[in-house]
């Protein structure tokens, strides 16, 4: 069998989108590295690295490290991320914006654009208040506070919020893969190599000894091989397709097929949401001083067991909650109803959607189980062997962004060998067939 790494380089059309494409992500990479005027990079980075488990540190992973460098590309694709959230949330609530979901392309159109200008509104608050951040918490890392700081900030995160949307699009357009999730996926892979760099600094100088390094190269196998099981992982619902009379004497068979429930259908938001809110004592604690911050930034401490157990619960909550918001059985009931296709056993209507509700709340809560474990064990393996230069690449969120990306890079390749396959089969077909049919004549 031929090299796939090598067959896709031979095919034109996908060796441009893999080369747009990573020229695409090599200027986000450029720009991800170059500073924002009027900032003290050393003294930003040396109060960022006290922010770790705050929503600061959260949010710096997601960016590839921007936001301690204040780069021009500090927000990352962040801003846009949420607005899609904010308009996949809205749908459950608005009949408007549930419509435009519905009214095929011309609604995705009109959702994308408001998606956009959403992008830019939140850009310019979260340009604002990063600006404000620097400015009253960390002074020294300003050369030139005040009202022209703040409007150059405004100006040139926003720009480059914007500039990182457009780049996204051109290359889920233009190349390969998701570019929204590309672009996550570098931003942490990046922190890679000095996470590894640090590690072996570490263990040259003893803190953490070899059989830790073993230990944590079996747990990486092993989360990574359970990761892409779980996300994979579907249960089928089987679905019948009668045999149906088309008109004119034609008669459409009767089909066998399936509707495939994945079992981690809500991906990695439920820790996203569960670390938003995780998060809040300890960044309350950052800004104020008050008792209570103090005491509530200790219940829900990293590494205690009211912390595991309270994330844990929010991950279940969320998985059920943004399940219900992305998957609605009712409209796949009803979408089987008018193709008359049925499910074995089950009535048609509202029977269906019942049955469809029922097995994926059943199949829901392994996946919320899969999701705290892996959100939870890792981070506290590398705590236990003093190894926390790896958690933010090994931790919970980042592996699930990491192997779900590459997961979906790779199945979107497959399927261009796929075609072209087919392609080459077709081509071959039709050269037969006018040679036979020249030797007929």
Same mark, same amino acid.
């Not at 994330?311 to 909550?317: D, E, P, Q, S």
């Not at 796949?332 to 048609?348: D, H, R, S, T, Y």
């Given at each position: ?29 450029i ?18 690295g ?10 710096? #992973? ?37 419509? #435009? ?30 600006? #404000? ?9 300003v050369?030139?506070?005040g ?33 929204? &999730? ?5 931003g942490i892979?990046? &922190?890679?190599p ?72 809500a ?43 309270a ?7 969320f ?31 509202a ?8 097995? #994926? ?43 779900g ?37």
């Open positions: 069998m031929a090299n796939p790494v090598v067959a896709l380089w031979r095919i034109p059309e996908v060796k441009s989108k893999i080369l747009f494409t990573l020229m695409c992500l090599l200027i986000y990479r720009g991800a590295h170059i500073t924002a005027p009027w900032i003290n990079v050393p003294a930003l980075r040396e109060y960022a006290q922010l770790q488990g705050t929503a600061f540190g959260i949010y710096d #992973m997601f960016v590839g490290g921007g936001l301690s460098r204040a780069t021009v590309f500090a927000l990352g694709i962040m801003p846009y991320i949420s607005a899609s959230i904010m308009f996949q949330l809205l749908a459950a609530v608005v009949p408007s914006v549930e419509k #435009m979901q519905k009214e095929g392309e011309d609604g995705r159109k009109k959702l994308t654009q408001y998606t956009r200008y959403a992008t830019v509104v939140l850009a310019i608050f979260q340009a604002y208040g990063f600006a #404000m951040f620097i400015e009253t918490q960390v002074p020294a890392a050369t030139n506070p009202f022209p700081f703040r409007l150059t900030m405004i100006l040139t995160l926003t720009t480059g919020a914007v500039f990182i949307m457009w780049l996204g699009e051109q290359i889920t357009d233009r190349g390969i893969g998701n570019g929204m &999730s590309l672009l996550i996926f570098f892979v990046e &922190s890679l000095s996470a590894l760099y640090e590690t072996g600094r570490l263990v040259g100088l003893g803190q953490v000894n070899i059989f830790a390094i073993f230990v944590l190269i079996a747990m990486m196998l092993a989360t990574i091989a359970g990761t892409v099981a779980v996300t994979m992982a579907a249960r089928k619902i089987p679905v019948q397709i009668p045999q149906k009379v088309m008109g004119r004497g034609r008669i459409r068979q009767g089909q066998k097929s399936f509707i495939p429930l994945r079992i981690n259908m991906g990695v938001m439920p820790i996203i949401f569960a670390q938003s809110i995780m998060i809040v004592p300890a960044t309350l604690q950052q800004f104020t001083q008050a008792e209570w911050a103090r005491t509530a930034a200790g219940w829900f401490a990293l590494d205690t067991w009211p912390y595991y157990l994330f844990t619960v929010l991950i279940v909550f998985t059920y909650f943004y399940t219900a918001i992305i998957y609605n059985p009712v409209d796949i009931a009803e979408n089987l109803k008018k193709q008359g296709a049925f499910v074995p056993g089950v009535k048609p209507g029977r269906t959607a019942e049955y469809i509700d029922s097995v #994926m709340s059943r199949i829901s809560l392994p996946g919320a189980l899969f999701l705290a474990a892996i959100a939870l064990i890792p981070s506290a393996v590398l705590s236990a062997f003093g190894v926390a230069t790896l958690s933010r690449v090994l931790g919970g969120t980042g592996l699930l962004i990491v192997v990306v590459a997961l979906d890079t790779v199945q979107q390749m497959q399927q261009h060998l796929l075609l072209r396959r087919y392609d080459g089969f077709m081509k071959k077909g039709r050269v037969k067939f006018r040679g036979r049919q020249q030797r007929y004549i």
